[in-house]
């Protein structure tokens, strides 16, 4: 479980690291070029960051390195900069790191992945690193949504899923849908069976409005397993009559089917967490 979370303060993505911190209530720090340097000036007193006696970058990234548990990178493409000293100063002090790559992987699988690596490795005190925002404009919102998701799954869950998933197993599990549903329950009715537990738990204690960051890889997840990809007439009806709305695409009417499994595995495989 993920007890503080730290950050250089550069723009991008040590500022998105910082924010989810201090939107999820979770203790941050971390050091930060003397004067509180970043590349848009002084980091705003909001962020709790310790000042190094230099000016360096370099500096600071080492002793972040050295302050943390596991340093996570993410980047699109490969590291370079003050990136890639990251991962050099992690892997100089034998910590735990992990590249996270958007360009090769949807920012779902990233959460997937980065929930199951800070389990696997114990993480309390999490490193984040990666590009300012004037290398990769794009970079601060993705990180901040990655690593809501990545603490709302570890958090939520019994054990965070897997990065990979596995191979389902029971009866039932290896054959093809016969019938494609027609309904909305039935839609329901033929997922609850091939879920794996861990993936019904992890669903049940997202909140709602984290249903709609997962709504891309959910829906794929759904339709690839289940052949709903290629939505019945009948099903797409369903959906729109349930939605109250005259047009649906395939996305939003997945949606829907998943609002409605969240519903249903609400009533069952909810978390009470015992503080």
């Excluded at 980091?43 to 500096?59: G, I, V, W």
Aim: glycine letters at 6%.
């Amino acid at each position: 479980m993920i007890k503080k979370i730290v950050s250089g303060g550069q723009t991008g993505a040590d500022q998105a690291a910082l924010d989810v911190a201090i939107k999820l209530d979770i203790p941050h720090g971390g050091w930060v070029p003397r004067g509180r340097l970043t590349e848009d000036g002084p980091l705003p007193e909001k962020y709790h960051l310790e000042e190094m006696p230099t000016a360096n970058y370099q500096d600071r990234t080492e002793q972040n390195v050295i302050d943390s548990d596991a340093t996570v990178i993410l980047s699109h493409g490969k590291l370079s900069g003050g990136s890639a000293y990251t991962r050099d100063m992690a892997l100089q002090h034998a910590r735990p790191w992990l590249h996270i790559d958007l360009n090769k992987m949807s920012k779902f699988e990233a959460t997937r992945k980065i929930s199951a690596w800070v389990a696997e490795n114990g993480v309390e005190i999490l490193n984040v690193a990666g590009p300012r925002a004037s290398r990769d404009p794009a970079i601060y919102d993705n990180v901040l949504e990655i690593l809501e998701a990545a603490y709302t799954l570890t958090l939520g869950a019994e054990k965070p899923i897997p990065a990979t998933e596995a191979p389902v197993s029971g009866k039932g599990a290896d054959r093809k849908l016969s019938t494609l549903p027609k309904t909305i329950d039935e839609a329901v009715d033929q997922l609850l069976p091939v879920m794996s537990l861990r993936d019904k738990t992890t669903l049940a204690n997202l909140t709602e409005d984290k249903l709609a960051f997962l709504k891309a890889a959910l829906g794929r997840h759904i339709r690839n397993r289940l052949a709903l990809w290629c939505v019945t007439p009948e099903l797409m009806k369903s959906c729109m009559n349930h939605a109250a709305k005259t047009t649906l695409n395939r996305e939003e009417a997945s949606m829907v089917i998943i609002r409605e499994l969240w519903k249903t595995l609400k009533k069952t495989h909810v978390l009470r967490i015992v503080k």
